[in-house]
C-alpha cells in the first residue's frame, strides 16, 4: 500500500475502500511503519470508521489503548460509541481515566455524551454528581453542557423545577435549548406550561423538530384537538418559513391523534397532504397510516395499505394485528399472527404483538387460546409480561366469569395492579353481577386515586343496591369532607373537516343555543 504526498487525503481515500477489518489493519499496520501510528488524527479516523462504519468497538478500543497520550477528540470518539451501544458503565470508566491521568482535559463537547451514562450507572444522585462535577470544571455556564444538563433533567427527575431554572439562566438560547425545555414539560404531563413557552419561541427559530416537540406532547398527554391544532399551524407558517416542514414524525403523532378520536376524515386529508406533497412514506409513516384507518373502523383501507408495505418491519404487523383486534376482527388478528410466523425468522413478535392477540381472543371469548399465547409469550419467546398483558388476562377472565382464576392472576403479578386492572375486573363484576368483588375493585381503585370523586359515587350507588345506607351515607360523607373531582366526559364529532369537542356540562360551544335547540326538538318528537 503506497501513500501519496498529501498523506491525509490517501488516508481518506484508503478508508472509504475499506469493506473489512482485514484492510482497516493493512492501513494501520503502514501508518505504524511509516512513523504515524501515534499521530492523533489517523488514530481518531481510524478510530471513528471503526466504530461507525464497521461496528467493531473491540478493535476500536485496541487502537485507542495502543496510543501513549490520547488526546481528548479520541476520549470523546471512544466515549461516544459505548454510549451508543449502551454500554454506560465503560462511557464512565473511560471519562473518569481521562480526568484522573491528567492529561486530556475534557472540554465541553464532552459534557452532553457523558450526561447520558452518570444516571444510568450512579442511579441515586448521578445526575446532581454530574451536574456538580460539570460547575467545578468550569463549563456551568456553557450553553450546549447548560442545554444538556436540563433535557437530562427533564428525563430523569421528577423535579422539573431544576430544569426550568437551568433554562432561565441559559442567556444564548437556540432551538434545542428551547425544545429539550418543552419537551421536558410534555414528559411530565405539564402541557399547559409546555404551551405557554412553545408560544414564546421566536417564530424565526422554530424549526420541524420544535412542532414535533408540542405536537407530540398533546398527542401522549390526550389533547387531540390541540394536536391538530398545531398541525394546522405548522402548515400555515410552512408559507413562511421553510424549515417548518412537517416531516414523518409530525404525520406519525397527528395520525395517531387522529386514530385515537377516531377522525377519519382528517386522517383522510392528512393522508392526501402527505401524498400530494410527495412525502417519502416510510415506515414510520405507512404504520401510522394503517394504525389510524384501523382505529377508525377503515380495515379495508387499512388492509390495502399493509399489503402494499414492505413486511420486514415488525411494527407494520403487529399495526395491523392490533387495528382487526380492536375492531372485534379477532379471526383475522390470529391469521396476521399466524402469516407474520410464516414470513421469516427475522420477525419475532414482542410484547406488542401479544397484547393485539390477547386482546382478540378477548373479543372472541377464546378463554384457552388466550391462554395459549400467554404461555407461547412467556415460555417459548421469553417476554415478560407487563401490566398490559394482564390487563387482557383479567378482561380474558372476567368476561367469562372465571374470578378465581382472575384473583390468582393478580396474586401472582409481579407488577403492582394499577387503575385499570381494578377497573377490568369491575366491569366483569358488572357484567356477571359479583358485587363482593366490585366492592373489592372499588375500593382498591379508591386507594389508588383517593381524590377521584367517581369512584365514591360507584362505590355509594353499590352500597345502596345491597340496601346499605350507613355506608352510602359515610362515602357521602367523605365526598363532602374532601376535595375530589369526577373526571368529565368528553366526545368529539368531525364536521367538514372541523374538530368540535364537548365535555359534560360544558357550554362553551358557539353555537351552543343553536345545538340544545334542536335537541330540545329531538326530546319532544320522541
Not at 470508566?93 to 452532553?112: D, K, T
Not at 401490566?387 to 387482557?392: K, L, N, R
Not at 407488577?415 to 358488572?430: E, F, Q, S
Request: hydrophobic content about 40%; aromatic content about 10%; charged content about 20%.
Amino acid at each position: 500500500m503506497l501513500l501519496g504526498q498529501n498523506l491525509y487525503q490517501d488516508i481518506l481515500l484508503n478508508l472509504d475502500k475499506c469493506k473489512c477489518l482485514a484492510l482497516l489493519k493493512q492501513l494501520q499496520g503502514h501508518l505504524i511503519t511509516t512513523g504515524h501510528g501515534q499521530t492523533q488524527l489517523y488514530a481518531f479516523k481510524l478510530v471513528r470508521f471503526c466504530t461507525i462504519t464497521l461496528s467493531n468497538l473491540h478493535y476500536a478500543r485496541l487502537i485507542f489503548n495502543y496510543l501513549n497520550f490520547p488526546n481528548v477528540y479520541l476520549y470523546t470518539a471512544m466515549i461516544t460509541s459505548y454510549t451508543s451501544v449502551q454500554d454506560h458503565t465503560s462511557s464512565l470508566l473511560l471519562y473518569r481515566e481521562m480526568v484522573r491521568n491528567g492529561l486530556s482535559r475534557p472540554n465541553h463537547f464532552v459534557f452532553p455524551i457523558i450526561l447520558k451514562s452518570f444516571p444510568e450507572v450512579i442511579k441515586s444522585y448521578g445526575i446532581e454528581m454530574a451536574h456538580t462535577h460539570i460547575d467545578k470544571m468550569g463549563f456551568g455556564k456553557y450553553p450546549v453542557v447548560q442545554t444538556a444538563l436540563l433535557d437530562v433533567y427533564s428525563r430523569s427527575s421528577s423535579d422539573i423545577r431544576v430544569a426550568r431554572q437551568l433554562f432561565d439562566e441559559i442567556t444564548d438560547r437556540n432551538v434545542v435549548s428551547w425544545t429539550a425545555m418543552i419537551s421536558g414539560y410534555t414528559r411530565v404531563g405539564q402541557m399547559g406550561d409546555a404551551i405557554l413557552l412553545f408560544e414564546e419561541v421566536p417564530q424565526c427559530v422554530r424549526d420541524t423538530p420544535s412542532w414535533n416537540s408540542i405536537i407530540a406532547g398533546c398527542t401522549q398527554n390526550g389533547l387531540f384537538s390541540e394536536a391538530i391544532s398545531f398541525l394546522r399551524r405548522m402548515i400555515v407558517e410552512e408559507g413562511m418559513v421553510q424549515w417548518n416542514k412537517p416531516n414523518d414524525v409530525t404525520f406519525a403523532c397527528v395520525l395517531a391523534a387522529c386514530g385515537h378520536t377516531g377522525m377519519l376524515q382528517l386522517g383522510e386529508c392528512i393522508h392526501g397532504y402527505v401524498y400530494r406533497n410527495s412525502v417519502h412514506l416510510n415506515s414510520l409513516t405507512l404504520n401510522a397510516l394503517i394504525d389510524m384507518y384501523g382505529k377508525c373502523g377503515s380495515l379495508k383501507e387499512a388492509r390495502y395499505l399493509f399489503d402494499k408495505a414492505n413486511r420486514g418491519s415488525l411494527t407494520c404487523w403487529n399495526s395491523m394485528i392490533n387495528c382487526l383486534a380492536l375492531q372485534g376482527h379477532w379471526e383475522g388478528a390470529i391469521g396476521v399472527f399466524k402469516d407474520m410466523l410464516q414470513h421469516g425468522d427475522d420477525l419475532k413478535p414482542d410484547s406488542v404483538t401479544f397484547i393485539g392477540l390477547l386482546n382478540a381472543c378477548t373479543h372472541g371469548g377464546l378463554v384457552q387460546e388466550g391462554l395459549s399465547y400467554y404461555d407461547l409469550m412467556t415460555r417459548v419467546y421469553g417476554i415478560n409480561p407487563e401490566i398490559e398483558h394482564y390487563g387482557c388476562l383479567v378482561d380474558l377472565h372476567g368476561r367469562a366469569g372465571r374470578f378465581e382464576e382472575i384473583m390468582e392472576i393478580v396474586r401472582k403479578m409481579h407488577i403492582a395492579p394499577d387503575a385499570v386492572i381494578w377497573g377490568t375486573l369491575l366491569n366483569g363484576c358488572k357484567i356477571h353481577g359479583r358485587i363482593d368483588l366490585a366492592e373489592y375493585a372499588l375500593k382498591n381503585l379508591i386507594s389508588i386515586d383517593p381524590n377521584n370523586g367517581s369512584y365514591y359515587s360507584m362505590l355509594a350507588n353499590l352500597y345502596g343496591e345491597l340496601g346499605k345506607w350507613e355506608e352510602v351515607r359515610k362515602i357521602r360523607k367523605i365526598l363532602n369532607q374532601q376535595n375530589a373531582y369526577k373526571a368529565r366526559g368528553c366526545s368529539w364529532i368531525e364536521l367538514d373537516n372541523q374538530v368540535h369537542q364537548f365535555y359534560s356540562v360544558d357550554k362553551s360551544h358557539p353555537r351552543m343555543e343553536e345545538i340544545y335547540s334542536i335537541l330540545e326538538c329531538l326530546v319532544d318528537a320522541h
